[in-house]
């Protein structure tokens, strides 16, 4: 359950237009949140990379569990890419821009993302949600 709740709170941050249509007030918590979006952003994306990680090591549950193991999968895995987004600029910093043509490759993905962000935002609420009910009904 944690894991739906947190890709449900990183999907907020990654779009923040749905959020400003539905709630006007929602744009002063926004920009409270900005400075710190790379330190979120970054410390999503090692918490995605870490469940796709555990989920693929224990590959054995997709015998006994499938629909959650796939489900765990899916959501690590937007949690990633959405953590890489957030944290671009500290990820680039701290690791793409110590190897030799790091940077560009991270660029260049970067802007192959970019314009998905809002769609995997959305695409994150409902995987979120969906790991947050499947908890319930399959753990």
């Known amino acids: 359950m944690i ?21 006007p007030n929602a744009k ?19 918490w995605g990379l870490w469940g796709v990680i555990s989920s693929l090591l224990n590959i054995g549950g997709l015998s006994v569990y499938p629909i959650w193991w796939i489900t765990l999968l899916a959501g690590n895995i937007v949690e990633a ?20 043509g790091g940077e560009e490759k991270g660029n260049r993905l970067r802007e192959k993302l970019a314009p998905k962000q809002g769609q995997l935002g ?18």
């Open 81 to 100: 890419v959405l953590g890489f987004m957030l944290g671009f600029g500290l990820i680039n910093k701290f690791v793409l821009s110590k190897t030799e």
């Open 3 to 23: 894991w739906g709740i947190t890709l449900i709170l990183l999907s907020i941050i990654a779009v923040p237009s749905l959020l400003l249509a539905k709630k």
């Open 28 to 46: 002063e918590l926004l920009e409270k949140i900005e400075p710190y979006q790379g330190w979120i952003g970054f410390v999503f994306f090692i």
């Open 122 to 139: 959305v695409f994150g609420l409902f995987v979120g949600t969906w790991m947050i009910v499947a908890s319930f009904l399959f753990l």
